[in-house]
């Protein structure tokens, strides 16, 4: 991990909630104590009985901004210091010499007014969060033909040991995202939608999904990534050509194992672009492709990469076309799969052959599925009494939805049959 300053980050948000808490309860003042705050009050009130320490922090505050402490200063001093501290210094001099979690939190809350965000989507840290949700905001409102691009760059320099995560809803600049992810060795997440915020009556399709000039960035991000883990790219409007200029790199990434690529418009040819990637050397363990166009015949070429992946875990197919021909393949391609826990082809018109398909599949000893979601398919009485009969002798299935399906009612003996055969195995975990 990329960290230039040998300080820590500070405290956790643990410990500042807690003195929030304690701050609510006043206590009770002992007749030197009170002694103690008349004379403070008093040389408030008289510049001339102010102790030479206050001075020092009061000068130190007033001009920290351009002349930051570089020294080591106690710990009961720095922290009256970045007390008083505004908020509103430059941040690549607070990324560099302020480290109390107290002084970020105030940056957060009251300057900004973060109060909805959820802290532990940071690292549980203050300043990490600061700078993440700085960044997004910087390169959301970014306009190139007003601003300098190399100021853009300076503030990511300055804080690249805090930034593990960007995430973004629009990016009406286009900015070449592989300079970006360059400049941020540490991070992790990227959660990127080409959308646009608060367009109101000025809507217009071109301003919305990925260009192909964004499509050959992020493959080159993807392919020189050493730390990315985690890629999201819902709601790009990504099709196959878009996604055959995304796999240039994906193919040759070995660290991104969570990626989310749901509501495009990839079809049965991007499936086959897909299980190519779902090869040997795959690490993705969690694949999402919820709400897309693929077909039978895109379930066909998943399943030919189910065959040989190693690595897939989750499966998400959810809002597809598979029918009931293509969720059949689908589960055929399971039977040589020895990873995959859990595989959600909801809304895909599965019917009978899909049912028979993984009756056979439960009833092998050495399945290693957890959860299924059958919901909102075509599903008769007879195909829910059957998967019943299965599951019953069936020892690892915890997790099974068969809602919305027209032989499936919740309140029935079968539906209750299900229920304590699915509770028994969870318990017995």
């Known amino acids: 991990m990329a960290i230039r300053s040998g300080c820590t980050v500070g405290r956790t948000t643990g410990e500042s909630s807690l003195s929030d808490q ?23 009130a008289n510049p001339a009985r102010e102790s030479l320490s206050s001075k ?17 200063i106690p710990p009961p001093q720095m922290a009256l210091i970045t007390k008083q501290l505004s908020t509103n210094i430059d941040p690549a001099v607070g990324a560099k010499y302020v480290h109390d979690e ?22 549980l840290l203050w300043k990490q969060m600061f700078f993440e949700k700085f960044i997004q905001e910087r390169l959301e409102d970014f ?9 853009l760059y300076e503030q990511l320099d300055s804080c690249m040991d805090y930034i593990f995560t960007i995430t973004f809803k629009q990016l009406p600049s286009h900015l070449d995202m592989s300079d970006i992810c360059t400049s941020l060795p540490n991070l992790s997440k990227l959660d990127i939608t080409y959308g646009v915020k608060k367009i109101g009556m000025h809507y217009e399709r071109m301003l919305f999904g990925m260009k192909i000039s964004d499509a050959t960035s992020l493959a080159r991000t993807f392919e020189h990534s050493t730390s990315l883990t985690t890629l999201l790219m819902t709601g790009n409007m990504i099709d196959d050509d878009l996604l055959r200029m995304l796999m240039t790199g994906l193919i040759k990434n070995n660290t991104i194992t969570y990626l989310d690529i749901s509501h495009n418009k990839i079809t049965n040819h991007g499936a086959r672009l897909l299980s190519k990637l779902m090869g040997e050397n795959c690490v993705i363990s969690t694949l999402n492709l919820a709400d897309n166009q693929i077909h039978t015949e895109g379930g066909r070429y998943l399943a030919r990469g189910l065959r040989e992946n190693e690595s897939l875990l989750h499966l998400n197919l959810r809002l597809n076309r598979l029918g009931d021909e293509g969720c059949k393949l689908l589960m055929e391609g399971l039977h040589d799969n020895i990873t995959l826990t ?25 399945c290693r599925l957890i959860a299924i979601d059958l919901c909102s398919n075509e599903l008769q009485f007879e195909d829910v009494d059957r998967i019943r009969a299965t599951i019953s002798t069936n020892h690892t299935l915890c997790r099974l939805d068969l809602r919305r399906n027209d032989g499936y009612e919740d309140d029935s003996r079968t539906a209750q049959e299900i229920d304590k055969t699915l509770y028994t195995n969870e318990t017995q975990w």
């Not at 104590?33 to 403070?40: D, F, I, R, S, V």
């Not at 007033?62 to 020294?71: G, Q």
Request: glycine letters at 4%; proline letters at 2%; a positive charge.
């Open 102 to 123: 107290n002084f970020w939190k105030r940056c957060c809350v009251e300057k900004f007014g973060w109060h909805n965000c959820h802290l532990v989507e940071h690292g």
């Open 56 to 72: 020092c922090i009061r000068v130190i505050v007033e001009n920290f901004n351009t002349r930051p402490v570089k020294e080591a």
């Open 342 to 366: 859990d595989i959600n082809i909801g809304s895909n018109s599965a019917g009978r052959q899909t049912a028979h398909v993984l009756c056979s599949l439960l009833r092998e000893e050495d």
């Open 143 to 151: 306009d190139p033909s007003t601003e300098n691009v190399n100021d």
């Open 22 to 44: 304690l701050h609510k309860y006043k206590s009770r003042q002992l007749r030197e104590e009170a002694k103690k705050t008349e004379k403070e009050k008093l040389r408030a």
